[in-house]
Nanobody
Framework: QVQLVESGGGLVQAGGSLRLSCLAS??????????VGWFRQAPGEERKFLAA????????FYADSVKGRFTISRDNAENAVYLQMNTLKPEDTAVYYC???????????????????WGQGTQVTVSS
């Protein structure tokens, strides 16, 4: 059974930083077909793509809204993926999710429907 567990969320002031972690059990992030993505969802809004790492080719992808502020990385030894978030803004407030896909391609990597496994989410609140 695949489980993804996010952690690292919390309350931070605008301009601050947080690092979110996504730990996997029941599967590895090292499989060639694996894509790991980070999404967020604010109240009343759709789930939005933030960043992804695709094992095939080692590429990373970012939403324009977070490019230059957020960085996705992975630790194979820990079977973990991280999202380093810097220069946080109040509009970054949301529940943050990690997700895994074995079928995402470049044209679908930003689409929540391309991901099969999801964590339970971690709340990030940025105060002004």
């Amino acid at each position: 059974q695949v489980q993804l567990v996010e952690s690292g969320g919390g309350l931070v002031q605008a301009g601050g930083s947080l690092r979110l972690s996504c730990l996997a059990s029941g599967r590895t992030f090292s499989t060639y077909s694996t894509t790991v993505g980070w999404f967020r969802q604010a109240p009343g809004e759709e789930r939005k793509f933030l960043a992804a790492f695709r094992r095939a080719g080692g590429r990373t992808f970012y939403a324009d809204s977070v490019k230059g502020r957020f960085t996705i990385s992975r630790d194979n030894a820990e079977n973990a993926v991280y999202l380093q978030m810097n220069t946080l803004k109040p509009e970054d407030t949301a529940v943050y999710y990690c997700a895994v896909s074995d079928t995402a391609i470049t044209s679908t990597i930003r689409t929540p429907a391309a991901y099969t496994y999801w964590g339970q989410g971690t709340q990030v609140t940025v105060s002004s």
